[in-house]
């Protein structure tokens, strides 16, 4: 046996123990939060695409799209990051609480 096939022999298979499974963590399309997001997601992307048309047929002018595009980025990594600030106390609380 070669060096590279002894290393391949011994290497051992770590196998992370499972963790019960919360009873509020759900999947996400039952999440309200999940599904609220995606709606106002695809509403963006709608109204961009809207004005992307009305830009072609000279209704709209360049500027406003971006001034779309801005708001829609500002208000998505908004909440991506307001929502992250609230799941991390939610989850300290829960610890908190099962260790009194």
């Given at each position: 046996?070669?060096?590279?096939?002894k290393?391949?022999?011994?290497?051992?298979?770590?196998?992370?123990?499972?963790?019960?499974?919360?009873?509020?963590?759900?999947?996400p399309?039952?999440?309200?939060?999940?599904?609220?997001?995606?709606?106002?997601?695809?509403?963006?992307?709608g109204?961009?695409?809207?004005?992307?048309?009305?830009?072609q047929?000279?209704?709209?002018?360049q500027?406003s799209?971006i001034?779309?595009?801005i708001?829609?980025?500002?208000?998505q990594i908004?909440?991506?990051?307001v929502q992250?600030?609230?799941?991390?106390?939610v989850?300290?609380?829960r610890?908190?609480?099962?260790?009194k």
């Amino acid at each position: 046996m070669s060096g590279d096939e002894k290393d391949l022999v011994e290497a051992k298979v770590y196998i992370t123990p499972s963790r019960p499974k919360d009873e509020t963590e759900k999947s996400p399309l039952q999440s309200k939060k999940f599904v609220s997001y995606f709606l106002s997601d695809l509403l963006w992307k709608g109204i961009i695409l809207g004005m992307v048309l009305a830009w072609q047929s000279g209704e709209i002018s360049q500027a406003s799209i971006i001034a779309a595009i801005i708001a829609s980025a500002v208000t998505q990594i908004s909440y991506v990051i307001v929502q992250g600030w609230i799941d991390k106390h939610v989850r300290c609380a829960r610890i908190d609480k099962k260790e009194k």
